[in-house]
């Protein structure tokens, strides 16, 4: 059984683990139309394809996961965004560490994209 999704624009995010099951690690599966680009302060991220095609910006720098499988890791402080290169969302799986934390989680203000 899935979690309820978080929705947010862009995506839909399943949590299995967050910050409150007390962990040193988060782990999410996100269905991905565009996601809003962002950073994190502390946060590590790997994105792991799991279905479709994602490209994903890291600090400007595109990166298409094309194969179930493909990753990349995001350091924390790097702004990032994700997009589907398809009509129907990717699906990737988020491992985060620490666990993943609203108040980690900045927009990148339109300007500095």
């Known amino acids: 059984m899935l979690p309820e999704p978080v929705t947010v624009p862009g995506e839909r995010i399943f949590e299995f683990v967050t910050a409150a099951d007390d962990q040193s690690y988060g782990l999410a599966v996100a269905e991905i ?61 988020v491992l985060s560490e620490p666990a993943w934390n609203p108040a980690d989680h900045h927009l990148v203000e339109p300007a500095t994209r």
Request: proline share 10%; net charge neutral; with cysteine.
């Open 33 to 93: 139309q565009e996601s809003q680009p962002h950073w994190h302060d502390r946060t590590r991220e790997c994105y792991t394809l799991l279905r479709g095609r994602v490209e994903v910006f890291v600090d400007g720098k595109p990166t298409t996961l094309e194969r179930f499988g493909d990753r990349i890791v995001i350091p924390p402080g790097v702004p990032h965004w994700a997009k589907s290169c398809g009509v129907e969302p990717a699906t990737i799986a």
